[in-house]
């Protein structure tokens, strides 16, 4: 068996080297000290029973996720698969449940089987197949992320409510996802530490070949490995779908690079051999208190992946010099010292309540402010039109004297959830918020109507929630004067084909059905092929050029923005404005450039920094009780050659 534990070198002895070895030990738990000490300090809202509970809320994903990868990485292996078999697992619950009438808990064996499933096949290519885990896993990050696509057919379905309690709180203040976290990790630290098949784990990951010619069943191992994986791969898609009423075919992507991230960051060696869940669990706290204190210190969306990113380096850094040092933690089920652990952790403890005991003085009294503070959470900063809103956003806090916070969901409806969290335990005067999904955004919205902070939503709506003002354009009516622009320039007859928007989104769900409205009026035009672009240029232009390998005769291309139609205008080359007319959506500064220039037919814009300050003002209304209408309509407006020169957008 792999015990990692190693001599103490001869000058390590001493008080100096003593808490040098202390640190290296306990890096992971020293970095978690630091921060919340760090952020107590900068921030008088960090420290509040409603923060802390949110950190834990943001971390149980993550974390029970986490502890399934601590199992492979430990015997030496990679699981890239987790973030899909997540989606995959709350997808097929609420499928099963909502849509076929599957008894609840027959749908959770069954979201459960899906994630065991996933993982013995994963186990079966690796151990079996002889496929390194990086392949095996990446294959079923797309299989599982394609099977969740396909059984919602790209749309959210609500999930069961029964299950949807696992997202509430007990008692009014105890988030049931933090017991969840609690429990998956006492099971995992008890899988680690007391079982057959966690000893294995350290075996094989010591030395697989060691471990074989000892009589251990290598390939049986991994095939429980990865099926203990995928396990809680579905419990964490459980929990995550609970906490936003809907299984979302697009959530978790990304995830399980933090969960990999919270594994290594938790001391745990990519070598194999090393970890234990306690480890993963503060690594998993560290990267939800990042988060959490960068969005509250206003921190730019863009420099906290910069800093997630170094931490991530330094952990490993970290590990890298431990072991040098021959500092190795002891691997959990190997023995070692835990009265000293314990004591450890004790004193880590009182150590930080007293420095952040000091630190309160800081914030005392220091929250008089009279500048009304709010918090904008867009859907995703990778976009030139929320980038406009942003921007329309910004100009007119500042004219209005408005401390404005601005946070970036990067198409996440869990990430987003954690910012209004993060905006709502504040104590903000208002909220504006731009959903990633109008379902996922329900329960945080409620959150905030219930601490009494008005809502506002801009360009899409929240559903099953109350929202002070929704300030929006009209996705559908702007799809169909999108279709009818089209048509009327092709005569009424043609052959077209159309882009559509990320698959999940309620944006491409309501262009896509006033496309297909708008076309209702026009039998002449022949849709050859409809396929998703993702909102994004690059994925444009490789979707247009296949798809002018199969329909060369192409006449018109419709987009469900700018962005994919600048994409396809790019695959079309000299076609573009000519022998195929192109209609794009958002009025962009690069679209009516594309308008200008002649090979964008035309833009159906919406005046996205119309939308940001229009938001702003109604937000401040709200905030100084004055009356706001509950909707506010921005126009659409469809842009050509013949008008682009007079917009300003």
């Given at each position: 068996?792999?015990?990692?534990?190693?001599?103490?070198?001869?000058?390590?002895?001493?008080?100096?080297?003593?808490?040098?070895?202390?640190?290296?030990?306990?890096?992971?738990?020293?970095?978690?000290?630091?921060?919340?000490?760090?952020?107590?300090?900068?921030?008088?809202?960090?420290?509040?029973?409603?923060?802390?509970?949110?950190?834990?809320?943001?971390?149980?994903?993550?974390?029970?996720?986490?502890?399934?990868?601590?199992?492979?990485?430990?015997?030496?292996?990679?699981?890239?698969?987790?973030?899909?078999?997540?989606?995959?697992?709350?997808?097929?619950?609420?499928?099963?449940?909502?849509?076929?009438?599957?008894?609840?808990?027959?749908?959770?064996?069954?979201?459960?089987?899906?994630?065991?499933?996933?993982?013995?096949?994963?186990?079966?290519?690796?151990?079996?197949?002889?496929?390194?885990?990086?392949?095996?896993?990446?294959?079923?990050?797309?299989?599982?992320?394609?099977?969740?696509?396909?059984?919602?057919?790209?749309?959210?379905?609500?999930?069961?409510?029964?299950?949807?309690?696992?997202?509430?709180?007990?008692?009014?203040?105890?988030?049931?996802?933090?017991?969840?976290?609690?429990?998956?990790?006492?099971?995992?630290?008890?899988?680690?530490?007391?079982t057959y098949i966690g000893r294995s784990m350290y075996a094989i990951g010591g030395?697989?070949?060691?471990?074989?010619?000892?009589?251990?069943?290598?390939?049986?191992?991994?095939?429980?490995?990865?099926?203990?994986?995928?396990?809680?791969?579905?419990?964490?898609?459980?929990?995550?779908?609970?906490?936003?009423?809907?299984?979302?075919?697009?959530?978790?992507?990304?995830?399980?690079?933090?969960?990999?991230?919270?594994?290594?960051?938790?001391?745990?060696?990519?070598?194999?051999g090393t970890g234990k869940a306690s480890g993963t669990l503060i690594g998993a706290?560290?990267?939800?208190?990042?988060?959490?204190?960068?969005?509250?210190?206003?921190?730019?969306?863009?420099?906290?992946?910069?800093?997630?990113?170094?931490?991530?380096?330094?952990?490993?850094?970290?590990?890298?010099?431990?072991?040098?040092?021959?500092?190795?933690?002891?691997?959990?089920?190997?023995?070692?010292?835990?009265?000293?652990?314990?004591?450890?952790?004790?004193?880590?403890?009182?150590?930080?309540?007293?420095?952040?005991?000091?630190?309160?003085?800081?914030?005392?009294?220091?929250?008089?402010?009279?500048?009304?503070?709010?918090?904008?959470?867009?859907?995703?900063?990778?976009?030139?039109?929320?980038?406009?809103?942003?921007?329309?956003?910004?100009?007119?806090?500042?004219?209005?004297?408005?401390?404005?916070?601005?946070?970036?969901?990067?198409?996440?409806?869990?990430?987003?959830?954690?910012?209004?969290?993060?905006?709502?335990?504040?104590?903000?005067?208002?909220?504006?918020?731009?959903?990633?999904?109008?379902?996922?955004?329900?329960?945080?919205?409620?959150?905030?109507?219930?601490?009494?902070?008005?809502?506002?939503?801009?360009?899409?709506?929240?559903?099953?929630?109350?929202?002070?003002?929704?300030?929006?354009?009209?996705?559908?009516?702007?799809?169909?004067?999108?279709?009818?622009?089209?048509?009327?320039?092709?005569?009424?007859?043609?052959?077209?084909?159309?882009?559509?928007?990320?698959?999940?989104?309620?944006?491409?769900?309501?262009?896509?059905?006033?496309?297909?409205?708008?076309?209702?009026?026009?039998?002449?035009?022949?849709?050859?092929?409809?396929?998703?672009?993702?909102?994004?240029?690059?994925?444009?232009?490789?979707?247009?050029?296949?798809?002018?390998?199969?329909?060369?005769?192409?006449?018109?291309?419709?987009?469900?923005?700018?962005?994919?139609?600048?994409?396809?205008?790019?695959?079309?080359?000299?076609?573009?404005?000519?022998?195929?007319?192109?209609?794009?959506?958002?009025?962009?500064?690069?679209?009516?450039?594309?308008?200008?220039?002649?090979?964008?037919?035309?833009?159906?814009?919406?005046?996205?920094?119309?939308?940001?300050?229009?938001?702003?003002?109604?937000?401040?209304?709200?905030?100084?009780?004055?009356?706001?209408?509950?909707?506010?309509?921005?126009?659409?407006?469809?842009?050509?050659?013949?008008?682009?020169?007079?917009?300003?957008?």
């Amino acid at each position: 068996m792999a015990t990692d534990t190693l001599k103490r070198p001869a000058g390590a002895s001493g008080a100096p080297g003593g808490l040098r070895r202390l640190l290296l030990d306990n890096g992971a738990l020293t970095a978690l000290i630091v921060l919340v000490i760090a952020l107590s300090a900068l921030s008088g809202d960090f420290l509040t029973t409603d923060n802390l509970l949110n950190i834990g809320v943001q971390a149980a994903v993550t974390a029970i996720l986490a502890f399934g990868v601590t199992f492979v990485i430990v015997s030496a292996g990679i699981d890239l698969s987790v973030g899909s078999v997540a989606a995959l697992s709350a997808t097929v619950l609420a499928w099963s449940a909502t849509s076929h009438g599957v008894p609840v808990v027959l749908a959770v064996l069954m979201a459960v089987a899906t994630g065991i499933v996933a993982g013995l096949v994963n186990g079966f290519l690796i151990a079996y197949g002889k496929l390194p885990p990086f392949i095996a896993t990446l294959a079923m990050l797309s299989v599982g992320r394609g099977l969740a696509l396909v059984i919602s057919q790209g749309s959210p379905i609500a999930f069961p409510d029964s299950v949807s309690h696992l997202g509430d709180t007990l008692g009014g203040w105890l988030p049931v996802p933090v017991l969840v976290m609690v429990v998956m990790g006492l099971i995992a630290a008890f899988v680690l530490g007391r079982t057959y098949i966690g000893r294995s784990m350290y075996a094989i990951g010591g030395n697989e070949e060691a471990a074989r010619l000892s009589g251990l069943r290598v390939k049986r191992q991994k095939l429980a490995i990865y099926a203990l994986s995928g396990l809680f791969a579905a419990a964490a898609g459980i929990v995550l779908a609970s906490r936003l009423s809907s299984a979302q075919p697009q959530a978790a992507d990304g995830y399980e690079l933090d969960a990999i991230a919270a594994v290594v960051i938790g001391g745990a060696s990519l070598a194999g051999g090393t970890g234990k869940a306690s480890g993963t669990l503060i690594g998993a706290l560290i990267l939800a208190v990042l988060r959490n204190g960068l969005n509250l210190l206003s921190v730019s969306a863009f420099w906290q992946q910069v800093v997630i990113g170094v931490v991530i380096a330094l952990a490993v850094l970290l590990d890298t010099v431990r072991r040098k040092a021959g500092a190795t933690p002891v691997a959990a089920g190997t023995g070692g010292p835990k009265g000293k652990q314990a004591a450890t952790y004790a004193l880590a403890a009182v150590v930080t309540v007293a420095i952040v005991g000091a630190t309160s003085f800081l914030h005392s009294g220091s929250s008089s402010s009279t500048t009304p503070k709010m918090g904008l959470s867009l859907s995703t900063l990778n976009n030139p039109f929320f980038v406009q809103i942003r921007s329309g956003a910004q100009a007119e806090a500042k004219k209005l004297g408005v401390d404005l916070t601005v946070t970036d969901a990067q198409n996440d409806a869990s990430q987003q959830a954690n910012q209004l969290q993060n905006f709502t335990s504040s104590g903000l005067g208002a909220i504006i918020v731009n959903p990633v999904d109008s379902d996922a955004a329900s329960n945080s919205v409620k959150a905030a109507d219930k601490a009494k902070i008005p809502v506002i939503a801009v360009d899409r709506g929240v559903n099953h929630a109350s929202v002070d003002t929704l300030v929006a354009s009209d996705n559908v009516a702007g799809g169909e004067l999108a279709a009818k622009t089209i048509a009327e320039k092709l005569g009424g007859k043609g052959k077209i084909v159309i882009l559509q928007g990320q698959a999940g989104t309620s944006a491409a769900r309501e262009r896509a059905a006033g496309f297909a409205q708008g076309l209702k009026a026009y039998p002449g035009i022949q849709v050859l092929a409809q396929q998703p672009a993702d909102f994004d240029r690059t994925k444009g232009l490789d979707v247009m050029s296949n798809l002018l390998q199969a329909h060369p005769d192409v006449q018109g291309v419709i987009a469900a923005n700018d962005e994919m139609a600048l994409g396809a205008i790019k695959a079309l080359g000299s076609k573009a404005g000519k022998s195929v007319q192109v209609v794009g959506f958002d009025g962009t500064p690069d679209g009516l450039t594309a308008v200008k220039n002649g090979t964008l037919y035309a833009s159906v814009a919406q005046q996205p920094s119309q939308l940001g300050k229009i938001a702003v003002d109604n937000a401040l209304k709200a905030v100084k009780g004055d009356k706001v209408d509950p909707t506010v309509k921005v126009p659409v407006k469809v842009v050509t050659k013949d008008n682009v020169a007079g917009f300003t957008g």
